[in-house]
């Protein structure tokens, strides 16, 4: 048996045992046609969570979920042409981080963190600008557990036919999503988070006549070339580097049990009922959240810190983690921590954390109702 833990942070999530011990497989040179078809099978499966396969492909690539983020707006964005970026918390200013350090006209269209994207001002930046070609944001903002209106934002992006890539990081295989419906030409995410499988894996799921689009475009990137990477995979049934052999087949067995848990309506099923435990605990324990009145992922939630000379973060945490739980500082200029309830947890996963969380509290002397 593996030693368990209960990992509230948002992502790596906590992973099955089955998904574990799928690693163990034979030696195997990634060059091979049996790992190719494993790869064609992961690809397939991934693009069938969130779009038809007639439409999208899906093009892997070895690394962390903000490797596909730069595959795209590194891959995507004309030469000459500008980059807008909806931003409303960490994840909103990584894509703008990514963009400039390529040198890519970008343009901030910011609110508070934590607040809904405002899509008057959105809309008349399209009007007043044709050179914004590109719009990119991020559906889970787990800086704060905001959801954002990914399918309200690419109504407005296809009525000014412009492209829509979307960071769905945190999100894909955790939060219902359509990407045909929402209008999304480039999604990215990771094997680590909710499909629920180990770290080392990206992907960007692809509108098909997208990626042919950016064919002749000049290349950016070299590893990250999204096109390249797609055109590769299509002639050689490979990946054009070495590819991270293990952590797939760590994802094709949690890509095989999403789907034998009932896809993404019970999994989204049991985030929420997750989610709704840990915040009724937390509010009873005394702890308040940020922002509840805004559109929730229910995978995420951020608290704010108790107003009491007993707190500590760092000592909460290493109590909590010295009996199993795993929880995440905050991310704004607010003193907040947040928990996640992502991953192969349980309600009854959730409540074993309120416990300990309440055994911490007395540990502290932290009275906080």
């Known amino acids: 048996m593996i030693k368990r833990k209960i990992l509230l942070?948002?992502?790596?999530?906590?992973?099955?045992?089955?998904?574990?011990?799928?690693?163990i497989v034979p030696d195997i040179c990634p060059r091979e046609k049996e790992f190719g078809d494993l790869m064609e099978s992961v690809s397939k499966d991934l693009v069938r969570i969130v779009a038809r396969e007639t439409k999208y492909e899906a093009v892997?690539?070895?690394?962390?979920?903000?490797?596909g983020i730069e595959a795209i707006v590194s891959s995507v964005v004309p030469h000459g042409k500008k980059l807008l970026v909806?931003?409303?918390g960490a994840y909103g200013e990584r894509?703008?981080?990514?963009?400039?350090?390529?040198?890519?006209?970008?343009?901030?269209?910011?609110?508070?963190?934590?607040?809904?994207?405002?899509?008057?001002?959105?809309?008349?930046e399209l009007e007043a600008d044709s050179d914004i070609a590109t719009v990119g944001m991020?559906?889970?903002?787990?800086?704060?557990?905001?959801?954002?209106s990914v399918e309200e934002v690419g109504r407005l992006v296809k009525k000014y036919n412009r492209v829509f890539i979307v960071d769905a990081v945190s999100s894909f295989a955790g939060v219902p999503l359509n990407a045909e419906n929402a209008g999304i030409d480039f999604l990215a995410s990771t094997s680590n988070k909710c499909i629920q499988g180990m770290p080392g894996i990206?992907?960007?799921i692809a509108k098909k006549e997208g990626l042919e689009k950016i064919r002749e475009f000049p290349k950016r990137n070299f590893y990250l070339s999204l096109y390249e990477q797609y055109r590769y995979f299509k002639e050689k049934h490979q990946m054009r580097f070495t590819a991270p052999v293990q952590t797939l087949y760590a994802l094709r067995q949690a890509i095989d049990e999403f789907f034998e848990e009932g896809g993404i309506e019970a999994r989204y099923k049991?985030?929420?009922e997750n989610w709704q435990v840990l915040v009724n605990g937390m509010k009873n324990l005394g702890f308040r959240r940020f922002k509840p009145e805004v559109p929730q992922s229910h995978i995420l939630t951020t608290f704010y810190e108790p107003e009491n000379p007993n707190y500590d973060f760092e000592r909460m945490h290493d109590l909590l983690y010295e009996k199993g739980f795993t929880i995440y500082p905050g991310k704004i200029k607010e003193k907040t921590f947040r928990l996640a309830n992502m991953g192969a947890i349980n309600s009854e996963d959730i409540k074993s954390f309120l416990d300990a969380m309440n055994q911490v509290l007395e540990e502290m002397s932290l009275k906080l109702k």
Not at 96 to 119: F, H, R
Not at 138 to 148: A, S
């Open 202 to 204: 990206t992907f960007v």
């Open 9 to 23: 942070n948002p992502g790596p999530a906590t992973t099955t045992d089955t998904v574990k011990q799928a690693q």
């Open 270 to 272: 049991r985030y929420k």
């Open 138 to 148: 991020v559906h889970h903002e787990t800086t704060t557990g905001i959801l954002n």
């Open 60 to 67: 892997l690539f070895g690394g962390s979920g903000t490797a």
């Open 95 to 124: 894509m703008m981080k990514i963009a400039q350090a390529y040198g890519i006209p970008s343009i901030k269209n910011c609110v508070d963190w934590g607040s809904e994207t405002d899509l008057s001002a959105l809309e008349k």
């Open 86 to 88: 909806l931003v409303n």
